[in-house]
């Protein structure tokens, strides 16, 4: 069925939208974020790609709102209810410290003490009732919450994932006095234990659900506004998608939506690459995401800790963020130590090049001054600053405490930042046990593809794969998406202790549960997977390890089996003498929707012309080198440059450091071979 597709990503500056035609044609779309209404630069995006919202069969989109109102604190006001003798679990925490060494640092829960009210009832950790629940009181405190003026409440009660009865009277009970829909009970959102994470994953999910229901409720109706009748597709922070009618149900699992839909590109560009290994690496102006895919699939984590004291463990795909992007200050501190981020100079001032303000030199300051960025074809510049200006602040500020030249300065700099994000690579392939040899780097962002040949060569991995659009592969995750539910049980039990039957019952509800929500959007489900995994531990032990469980009705013997190799894999050690513990199930149902042929991204109308189009001087490894220059959009398939060489783009700038080879493939990759 031919229809029109938009998959649209709101970044913190810019809103990419890639558009599918009904004849298969791509139309790129890259405007400023509005950042009082995002909507407004979502609808901006589609004009500037030439079409309409009635136009549009399909829109899928990923927003940084949630993420953004975490982070600078710009959330709902929250009501907390929970068990008496618990309205400070959220304060306490795991006994850890914003810094860890000197007492200084600040915690702000979500929910402040004075919103956080406690009722009689209690359930062990079997789920029996020690004692009832006092329903007047959680009358009472709703209603008083209701006076302090909170908009948004949480029903959070000890062992409801054992037995969430206390917790589903008390819901029934606030749902008909509180004058919205916006009441989180925390079994409902995850029911697993512990219950400080399960604490903080629902007070996030009621904080960031106001904030997000007002958004997709502006954008739906600003788009209805202009003729468009389908119901929106949103990112969540798993690689999935969900109806924008749920969304804002379990509004903290669209944290994290725009790191994981640049994943779920790379994803589906391995795929139709003939490759299974990648190393993500996305390289904006402000911080840097890596992330792994091994065998195909993207690496996902219950586990993330989106700020200090705000662990949500919802399954996100596993990214890990390091404070080094273009923006990214280098000088040196007080102590005498050289230092780039984290932090940063953002979009104002900005590096000293942008002409806003900046005047501390920047990672992208370093590269222009080593002859790596055109100063021509700088985006965001709003006046434009002369090159000796750069030049300068790099010897002055840098160079001159130091003992170094202006280009070992502006070098250091861009090695000291490679060093903060060869230590986040290593962080999710070396210390998991995978062999980054056994990987190619997969650069994307705006700055990625810079960076990308000399960080390949200092962890040691043969190969990088610059996709064709690399400046806005955020905005091709949104339309290579499927649609995707997770569920997750605690059982908390000795392995011997559970009978196979129940393993299977409550895998078989899970199941049923995700697939009524991915099968109710049939029209984009081309088939459905089920996936089934437990998390274990051995007896005595904190951390988990995820096992595969390829059926529901396996026996005790096989799953045993089945974590031994699995912690054997990762540890290389054997246990045979300590029980194993069965902690969670879980299960994952994901709707695939139909392929995106990323060949689409290539204009074949653009291929005309010479490719390479002149040589500029290039500073790499200590030395001045002559570089080949050459337009990205004029290399056709079979390609090969030998750096030294800088390839150029709309959207990004890609390095050829010598010693490295690239080759354009089908597809219109770039396959830069690296020598050690």
Same mark, same amino acid.
């Given at each position: 069925?031919?229809?029109?597709?938009?998959?649209?990503?709101?970044?913190?500056?810019?809103?990419?939208?890639?558009?599918?035609?009904?004849?298969?044609?791509?139309?790129?779309?890259?405007?400023?974020?509005?950042?009082?209404?995002?909507?407004?630069?979502?609808?901006?995006?589609?004009?500037?790609?030439?079409?309409?919202?009635? =136009?549009?069969?399909?829109?899928?989109? !990923?927003?940084?709102?949630?993420?953004?109102?975490?982070?600078?604190?710009?959330?709902?006001?929250?009501?907390?209810?929970?068990?008496?003798?618990?309205?400070?679990?959220?304060?306490?925490?795991?006994?850890?410290?914003?810094?860890?060494?000197?007492?200084?640092?600040?915690?702000?829960?979500?929910?402040?003490?004075?919103?956080?009210?406690?009722?009689?009832?209690?359930?062990?950790?079997?789920?029996?009732?020690?004692?009832?629940?006092?329903?007047?009181?959680?009358?009472?405190?709703?209603?008083?919450?209701?006076?302090?003026?909170?908009?948004?409440?949480?029903?959070?009660?000890?062992?409801?994932?054992?037995?969430?009865?206390?917790?589903?009277?008390? !819901?029934?009970?606030?749902?008909?006095?509180?004058?919205?829909?916006?009441?989180?009970?925390?079994?409902?959102?995850?029911?697993?234990?512990?219950?400080?994470?399960?604490?903080?994953?629902?007070?996030?999910?009621?904080?960031?659900?106001?904030?997000?229901?007002?958004?997709?409720?502006?954008?739906?109706?600003?788009?209805?506004?202009?003729?468009?009748?389908?119901?929106?597709?949103?990112?969540?922070?798993?690689?999935?998608?969900?109806?924008?009618?749920?969304?804002?149900?379990?509004?903290?699992?669209?944290?994290?939506?725009?790191?994981?839909?640049?994943?779920?590109?790379?994803?589906?560009?391995?795929?139709?690459?003939?490759?299974?290994?990648?190393?993500?690496?996305?390289?904006?102006?402000?911080?840097?995401?890596?992330?792994?895919?091994?065998? /195909?699939?993207?690496?996902? &984590?219950?586990?993330?800790?989106?700020?200090?004291?705000?662990?949500?463990?919802?399954?996100?795909?596993?990214?890990? +963020?390091?404070?080094?992007? !273009? /923006?990214?200050?280098?000088?040196?501190?007080?102590?005498?130590?050289?230092?780039?981020?984290?932090? &940063?100079?953002?979009?104002?001032?900005?590096? %000293?090049?942008?002409?806003?303000?900046?005047?501390?030199?920047?990672?992208?300051?370093?590269?222009?001054?080593? /002859?790596?960025?055109?100063?021509?074809?700088?985006?965001?510049?709003?006046?434009?600053?002369?090159?000796? @200006?750069?030049? =300068?602040?790099?010897?002055?500020?840098?160079?001159?405490?130091?003992?170094?030249?202006?280009?070992?300065?502006?070098?250091?700099?861009?090695?000291?930042?490679?060093?903060?994000?060869?230590?986040?690579?290593?962080?999710? &392939?070396? &210390?998991?046990?995978?062999?980054?040899?056994?990987?190619?780097?997969?650069?994307?962002?705006?700055?990625?593809?810079?960076?990308?040949?000399?960080? =390949?060569?200092?962890? /040691? %991995?043969?190969?990088?794969?610059?996709?064709?659009?690399?400046?806005?592969?955020?905005?091709?995750?949104?339309?290579?998406?499927?649609?995707?539910?997770?569920?997750?049980?605690?059982?908390?039990?000795?392995?011997?202790?559970?009978?196979?039957?129940?393993?299977?019952?409550?895998?078989?509800?899970?199941?049923?549960?995700?697939?009524?929500?991915?099968?109710?959007?049939?029209?984009?489900?081309?088939?459905?997977?089920?996936?089934?995994?437990?998390?274990?531990?051995?007896?005595?032990?904190?951390?988990?390890?995820?096992?595969?469980?390829?059926?529901?009705?396996?026996?005790?013997?096989?799953?045993?089996?089945?974590?031994?190799?699995?912690?054997?894999?990762?540890?290389?050690?054997?246990?045979?003498?300590?029980?194993?513990?069965?902690?969670?199930?879980? @299960? +994952?149902?994901?709707?695939?929707?139909?392929?995106?042929?990323?060949?689409?991204?290539?204009?074949?109308?653009?291929?005309?012309?010479?490719?390479?189009?002149?040589?500029?001087?290039?500073?790499?490894?200590?030395?001045?080198?002559?570089? +080949?220059?050459?337009?990205?959009?004029?290399?056709?398939?079979?390609?090969?440059?030998?750096?030294?060489?800088? %390839?150029?783009?709309?959207?990004?700038? +890609?390095?050829?450091?010598?010693?490295?080879?690239?080759?354009?493939?089908?597809?219109?990759?770039?396959?830069?071979?690296?020598?050690?």
């Amino acid at each position: 069925m031919s229809r029109i597709t938009a998959g649209i990503d709101v970044g913190g500056t810019f809103t990419d939208l890639l558009l599918q035609d009904a004849d298969g044609r791509v139309r790129l779309a890259k405007v400023p974020t509005t950042t009082a209404n995002q909507a407004d630069g979502v609808l901006a995006a589609i004009a500037a790609a030439g079409s309409s919202p009635a =136009a549009l069969d399909l829109i899928i989109h !990923g927003t940084t709102a949630t993420t953004n109102a975490v982070l600078e604190r710009k959330l709902a006001k929250v009501g907390l209810i929970t068990t008496a003798g618990f309205r400070d679990v959220l304060e306490l925490g795991r006994r850890t410290r914003p810094n860890p060494y000197g007492l200084k640092g600040t915690f702000e829960p979500l929910v402040p003490r004075e919103w956080r009210r406690e009722v009689a009832e209690r359930m062990d950790a079997r789920g029996a009732v020690v004692i009832p629940l006092d329903e007047d009181a959680v009358a009472r405190e709703v209603r008083a919450l209701l006076a302090e003026g909170c908009e948004a409440l949480v029903v959070h009660f000890l062992h409801a994932y054992a037995n969430p009865a206390h917790e589903r009277r008390a !819901g029934e009970i606030a749902r008909s006095l509180w004058p919205n829909d916006y009441v989180t009970l925390g079994h409902e959102l995850l029911s697993e234990f512990r219950e400080y994470e399960r604490g903080t994953t629902a007070a996030v999910n009621a904080a960031v659900q106001p904030v997000l229901d007002r958004y997709i409720t502006r954008l739906q109706s600003q788009l209805a506004a202009q003729g468009h009748r389908r119901e929106l597709l949103v990112m969540n922070g798993n690689g999935g998608t969900v109806p924008a009618r749920l969304v804002a149900r379990q509004a903290a699992k669209t944290v994290m939506s725009g790191p994981a839909s640049g994943v779920m590109a790379a994803a589906a560009t391995l795929a139709q690459s003939g490759l299974r290994n990648a190393i993500t690496y996305d390289m904006g102006g402000t911080s840097t995401d890596v992330a792994l895919i091994a065998g /195909g699939v993207p690496e996902v &984590s219950a586990e993330l800790s989106i700020a200090y004291g705000l662990p949500i463990h919802l399954p996100m795909v596993d990214v890990r +963020t390091v404070g080094a992007g !273009g /923006g990214s200050i280098a000088g040196i501190d007080r102590a005498g130590m050289f230092r780039v981020g984290p932090e &940063s100079a953002g979009s104002l001032p900005g590096p %000293i090049c942008f002409g806003r303000g900046g005047t501390r030199p920047t990672i992208t300051d370093a590269n222009l001054v080593l /002859g790596r960025l055109d100063p021509a074809r700088l985006l965001a510049v709003r006046d434009a600053v002369p090159m000796e @200006t750069v030049r =300068a602040a790099f010897a002055a500020q840098i160079g001159a405490p130091l003992g170094m030249s202006l280009e070992q300065a502006a070098e250091a700099t861009l090695r000291l930042a490679n060093v903060h994000m060869s230590g986040a690579i290593r962080m999710v &392939s070396l &210390s998991r046990g995978h062999d980054p040899r056994d990987f190619c780097l997969f650069a994307f962002g705006g700055a990625g593809p810079l960076h990308a040949v000399a960080l =390949a060569r200092e962890i /040691g %991995i043969p190969m990088v794969l610059v996709p064709a659009r690399p400046g806005l592969t955020n905005a091709l995750g949104c339309l290579v998406a499927d649609l995707r539910q997770d569920a997750v049980n605690t059982l908390n039990r000795g392995l011997d202790d559970i009978s196979a039957e129940e393993i299977t019952q409550t895998l078989a509800a899970q199941r049923d549960r995700a697939l009524a929500v991915v099968t109710a959007d049939s029209a984009e489900v081309e088939r459905t997977d089920v996936l089934h995994a437990a998390d274990m531990q051995f007896r005595g032990q904190t951390h988990l390890i995820r096992v595969a469980l390829p059926r529901i009705d396996m026996t005790r013997a096989e799953i045993q089996a089945a974590f031994e190799s699995a912690y054997f894999a990762r540890f290389q050690v054997q246990l045979p003498e300590i029980r194993a513990v069965l902690v969670n199930l879980t @299960t +994952t149902v994901i709707g695939r929707r139909r392929a995106f042929p990323l060949s689409a991204l290539l204009d074949p109308a653009a291929r005309v012309g010479e490719a390479r189009v002149g040589e500029r001087d290039l500073y790499a490894e200590g030395a001045w080198h002559r570089a +080949t220059v050459w337009q990205r959009e004029r290399l056709a398939g079979g390609a090969r440059i030998a750096g030294p060489a800088i %390839i150029q783009q709309a959207d990004a700038t +890609t390095v050829l450091e010598p010693r490295s080879e690239a080759v354009v493939d089908a597809i219109g990759n770039l396959r830069i071979t690296v020598q050690p």
